[in-house]
């Protein structure tokens, strides 16, 4: 069964840091671009960062760049987000998310077809 | 990176159609084919509906379907069903691998 899991999430104080997981099985992890994506409460979703299959390409959303970066191990079949200097407003629910399986070994997204549970992060004082 | 503009709730009665509308621009929408939708009940993580032309998961009923003119894409649920009641957000490509959301719609069965 494809399926990805998130883990990481929690309640952090402003300024502070923490690191998210995203679990892969099922697939051929290496093969695929990655994605998180995040939905604070009540709101709508927001695309968060990618990567591409060996780590060398990476993109953000403008208003996490320089505080977020996204990383991968092949070898552990693993997502990760390294969220520093966190503020209120970054607190949401984080997906990590997956293209189509045509998407195999290319340079390609097109859409987010696979989706974790999602993890909670609370950004509090 | 702005959203893409989605009305905040449609609303029918089972057996109608609806339309979802999901506006962007030329930086986006109306520049690449590359729109899809996903559906989101409370609580639960989004799932992936369906892809300009039609793509869908075999489980994902042919009820729904879209399309597209200019910067607007349109989703369209036929046969509304009372477990089409949910959250809907369109996606779109906009360059450099950056994706942008829409605001998402509240979609009733009445």
């Known amino acids: 069964e494809v399926q990805l899991v998130e883990s990481g999430g929690g309640l952090v104080q402003p300024g502070g840091s923490l690191r998210l997981s995203c679990a892969a099985s099922g697939f051929t992890f290496s093969s695929y671009w990655m994605n998180w994506v995040r939905q604070a409460p009540g709101k709508g979703l927001e695309w968060v960062a990618n990567?591409?299959?060996?780590?060398?390409?990476?993109y953000y959303v403008d208003s996490v760049k320089g505080r977020f970066t996204i990383s991968r191990d092949n070898a552990k079949d693993s997502l990760y987000l390294q969220m520093n200097s966190l503020r209120a407003e970054d607190t949401a629910v984080y997906y990590c998310?997956?293209?189509?399986?045509?998407?195999?070994?290319?340079?390609?997204?097109?859409?987010?077809?696979?989706w974790g549970q999602g993890t909670l992060v609370t950004v509090s004082s | 990176q702005s959203a893409l503009t989605q009305p905040a709730s449609v609303s029918g009665s089972p057996g109608q159609s609806i339309t979802i509308s999901c506006t962007g621009s030329?930086?986006?929408?109306?520049?690449?084919?590359?729109v899809s939708w996903y559906q989101q009940h409370p609580g639960k993580a989004p799932k992936f509906m369906i892809y300009e032309g039609s793509r869908r998961p075999s489980a994902v009923s042919d009820r729904f379907s879209v399309s597209k003119s200019g910067n607007t894409a349109s989703l369209t649920i036929s046969g509304l069903q009372a477990e089409d009641e949910a959250d809907y957000y369109c996606?779109?490509?906009?360059?450099?691998?950056?994706?942008?959301f829409g605001t998402g719609t509240k979609v009733t069965v009445l």
């Open positions: 990567i591409n299959q060996d780590g060398s390409r990476k």
């Open positions: 998310a997956r293209p189509p399986a045509y998407c195999s070994g290319a340079n390609c997204i097109d859409s987010f077809d696979i």
């Open positions: 996606c779109s490509y906009a360059g450099n691998a950056i994706y942008v």
């Open positions: 030329s930086s986006d929408v109306g520049t690449y084919n590359l």
